[in-house]
């Protein structure tokens, strides 16, 4: 089983069309949770960390469900400039705080 | 912006030939990666340090060798490419801040071509 799993998609919305993407974690002592961001032939970049209580920048929120080991993204009011790939990237103290990354979640934002 | 530099950006080399990727990161982070990561497909964990003189492999089996003279700088060396080896590798650093969790910052990637 792999370590993070998401829905590869893709998911095509319309401008300003609210969208969400949920992440699975197999190991049950992560710690660490974080959505990045990553446009085609670029590197990964840090778009939120993901807090126990949920958290909010801008028009995007994140949450986490510890029970049952997933986390969320939720963007609202879509624009163009919000296709990429987004990634769910977890790591856990029992692994040497290794970073895991899903194979990602491909968003396209149509006019 | 992340201060993570990798060169070169692009190498196209024959097989055979010995090849080293360099990174370097003016951030002072202790831990590095390196990520191989093929088109459209997830980021593989090949060799991470946590500090000067700490070298680990990764999940993914590789080739390559990496060293850690000086905290900026974590080169991978490949010794005899093959064409097995074209994709795009990335690196990365990392260091927790008190009271926070580590976050990753990338390099641009290097695309790398075994003819």
């Known amino acids: 089983r792999k370590e993070v799993e998401q829905d590869p998609g893709p998911f095509n919305v319309p401008e300003g069309a609210t969208v969400a993407f949920n992440c699975t974690y197999s190991n049950s002592a992560s710690q660490s949770f974080f959505w990045y961001r990553q446009d085609c032939r670029k590197e990964p970049k840090l778009l939120m960390s993901?807090?126990?209580s949920g958290n909010e920048d801008g028009r995007f929120t994140a949450q986490l469900n510890r029970a049952s080991q997933y986390i969320s993204l939720l963007i609202r009011d879509s624009k163009l400039s919000d296709s990429a790939t987004y990634l769910c990237v977890v790591s856990a103290p029992n692994t040497g705080n290794q970073f895991y990354f899903g194979t990602g979640t491909s968003l396209t934002v149509i006019p | 912006e992340a201060d993570i530099y990798q060169t070169p950006r692009y190498l196209v080399i024959g097989t055979g030939k010995k090849i080293t990727l360099e990174c370097s990161q003016t951030?002072?982070?202790?831990?590095m990666y390196w990520y191989q990561q093929d088109p459209g497909m997830e980021l593989h964990l090949i060799h991470y340090?946590?500090?000067?003189?700490?070298?680990e492999k990764g999940d993914l089996s590789s080739e390559s060798t990496v060293s850690r003279i000086r905290t900026e700088h974590f080169p991978l060396t490949l010794e005899s490419a093959r064409p097995s080896h074209t994709s795009q590798y990335l690196c990365?650093?990392?260091?927790?801040?008190?009271?926070?969790?580590?976050?990753?910052?990338f390099g641009p990637g290097t695309r790398l071509t075994v003819l």
């Open positions: 993901v807090y126990s």
């Open positions: 340090s946590y500090g000067v003189n700490s070298t």
């Open positions: 951030m002072g982070h202790d831990k």
């Open positions: 990365a650093s990392s260091d927790q801040t008190s009271g926070l969790t580590d976050t990753q910052y």
